[in-house]
């Protein structure tokens, strides 16, 4: 079965401070990996995804992720955090398969960046 | 840039009754999806659905729920008969065919079961 875990319910960063929100994963074989985030009511909204090669990937908003296979994770992080990232972040799991397997999500981390 | 669209955006309903939530998925995308997101808690897949056939569901798409995709811009959601526990927000998504294994959210319909 496939898991997700972000340990951290709150991260609290100051404005312009690099930021990092923690996730880690359980599936068989290899994942294909995703963050999204939620502004207040809002929808999710894509941020970036690992499928493979490069480990450090690329995403909307200055944001990247990277991926490290022995530790099962795949943390968010931006180098200098803005007041307007303040939000809820998910990640996602999706085991690399054929077919249309649902994404599995952890429970979210809640961002807030202090001026 | 193209998006889901949802609607209603809130929909307040009498326990026993029947809803349906529609989404309009992005026009090119061929897989299509439901999850659900009880306030303060993590979003949990209903449904996937691809080539007019249901493709995986999860226990809590009972026989109270079904989809359908009328025609070839609407999916839909159907609650035969809201319970309390139903109350969510409930999210539409939908993929590209391919090697594109991200989903695109729609806004959400936020379902109240008095």
């Known amino acids: 079965a496939q898991s997700v875990a972000q340990p951290e319910d709150q991260v609290n960063v100051a404005e312009g401070n690099p930021l990092t929100v923690k996730c880690t994963y359980s599936v068989s074989g290899n994942p294909y990996l995703f963050w999204y985030v939620q502004y207040p009511n809002r929808g999710l909204q894509f941020l970036l995804k690992y499928i493979t090669g490069d480990n450090l990937v690329k995403g909307s908003y200055g944001f990247e992720a990277e991926f490290n296979k022995s530790q099962t994770s795949f943390h968010l992080k931006k180098p200098s955090a803005l007041v307007s990232d303040s939000a809820l972040y998910f990640c996602?799991?999706?085991?690399?398969?054929?077919?249309?397997?649902?994404?599995?999500f952890g429970k979210g981390t809640r961002l807030s960046v202090i001026a | 840039e193209p998006e889901v669209t949802q609607t209603p955006s809130h929909q307040v309903t009498q326990m026993g009754q029947e809803v349906i939530l529609r989404c309009v998925p992005i026009?090119?995308?061929?897989?299509f999806y439901w999850y659900r997101q009880i306030l303060g808690q993590k979003v949990e897949f209903l449904v996937s659905f691809y080539n007019n056939e249901i493709s995986e569901k999860s226990e809590i798409f009972d026989d109270q729920f079904s989809v359908e995709r009328p025609d070839g811009s609407n999916f839909t959601l159907k609650i035969r008969s809201t319970k309390l526990e139903d109350s969510a927000m409930y999210f539409c998504?939908?993929?590209?065919?391919?090697?594109?294994?991200?989903?695109?959210f729609g806004p959400g319909t936020r379902l109240t079961v008095t």
């Open positions: 026009s090119n995308h061929l897989y």
């Open positions: 998504a939908s993929r590209r065919q391919g090697d594109s294994p991200e989903q695109y």
């Open positions: 996602a799991v999706r085991a690399r398969n054929s077919g249309n397997t649902p994404l599995v």
